[in-house]
């Protein structure tokens, strides 16, 4: 939906008004708007942008949407978001909110599900296998699809360089016990940083939702349906296990990775359809699955860095940083790696 030629289109969410909102949502249910109110108790972080619950009042009672989620980009590619919800529901995926529309510069206006669905705390293994099953059949869609953007190689390549720039000093300080030697996988990651970007573009690929974690996945209340998968701006056509090595890495205690990791992977890999297993063994996956941990390893650094200092708590970052130097030194990403390069180009 773009900007009406009468309506000013909104810049922030201090500028939304009935008028311009009845020119997103459908018109049997626009019709029916009287009044509209920001929920001043809903505000998540939104580091790539700010984020609106708008709750409606209509003429005639329990209309819906009740309320909506208008979301204000400032991502590198902030149409990028809007392109990939149409994709998904082109392809009849079930566990995205609604897009009512898009307006401005990738801005977006999306199904408000925060009265039926919640974020966990922490993960049961039922629930991780929830995730897994999605994660499956979203990149079992999306195998091989052109259609899907890919990102440019230097995305990631100066997303490492500055969040290590910032953070590295702080976490390899901090952690540096903990670290032991695995201080050099992660010295490595920094300066060969464009073999780690190049990697994740190589083939084969898929849709990656490219930040699956505990806050980007909404459980229903009622425990009858799947999670929901929210916030899409950093997907994009990437290496399969990109999305799986990230959540295992992050969402499992060092415990239950140990004992349950090598199940969950066999799990994942039957749930793919035979034609990506005839052309992806199991043996390549493990591979791609373990390289993929880098971007876990990212993360790890980027905690410490200036942007999470205020909504980041140090607990919560060692708790971080225990699960993915641990799973740095049990599946070895860097070596992994350093293997794919023998017989696959990046």
Not at 117 to 136: G, K, M, N, P, Y
Not at 268 to 293: Q, T
Not at 298 to 320: C, H, M, Q, R, Y
């Amino acid at each position: 939906m773009e900007k009406s030629k009468n309506i000013e289109t909104p810049q922030s969410p201090s500028e939304i008004t009935v008028e311009w909102l009845k020119t997103i949502l459908p018109q049997k249910i626009s019709n029916e708007i009287i009044s509209i109110e920001a929920d001043e108790k809903f505000r998540p972080n939104g580091h790539l942008g700010k984020i609106e619950k708008i709750n409606i009042n209509y003429a005639v009672q329990n209309q819906n949407p009740g309320s909506v989620i208008i979301k204000f980009q400032k991502c590198s590619n902030p149409k990028k978001e809007a392109e990939i919800y149409q994709l998904l529901e082109n392809a009849g995926v079930s566990y995205i909110p609604h897009l009512y529309g898009k307006f401005g510069e990738g801005n977006l206006v999306l199904e408000d599900l925060s009265s039926t669905h919640s974020v966990q705390e922490t993960f049961t293994i039922d629930q991780i296998r929830q995730v897994l099953s999605l994660l499956a059949d979203l990149d079992s869609r999306f195998w091989g699809d052109s259609k899907i953007p890919k990102d440019n190689l230097s995305h990631f390549v100066n997303s490492i360089n500055i969040n290590f720039e910032k953070g590295w000093n702080k976490f390899k300080n901090r952690c540096e016990k903990e670290l032991g030697g695995e201080i050099a996988d992660f010295e490595w990651m920094w300066k060969n940083r464009e073999i780690i970007s190049s990697y994740y573009n190589s083939s084969p690929t898929t849709m990656c939702h490219g930040d699956v974690n505990r806050s980007n996945l909404l459980f229903p209340n009622d425990k009858k349906n799947k999670p929901i998968l929210i916030d899409w701006q950093l997907s994009g056509q990437k290496v399969l296990p990109f999305d799986l090595s990230y959540f295992l890495v992050k969402a499992l205690t060092v415990e239950q990775r140990r004992e349950y990791e090598e199940n969950l992977l066999e799990e994942y890999y039957n749930l793919l359809p035979e034609k990506i297993k005839s052309n992806y063994s199991y043996s390549d996956f493990i591979l791609d699955y373990r390289a993929c941990a880098t971007r876990s390893m990212l993360s790890a650094v980027t905690k410490f860095g200036p942007i999470f200092e205020n909504d980041f708590s140090n607990e919560a970052a060692d708790n971080l940083s225990k699960r993915v130097i641990e799973a740095v030194r049990d599946i070895k990403p860097i070596e992994a790696i350093q293997e794919l390069r023998k017989y696959k180009k990046f």
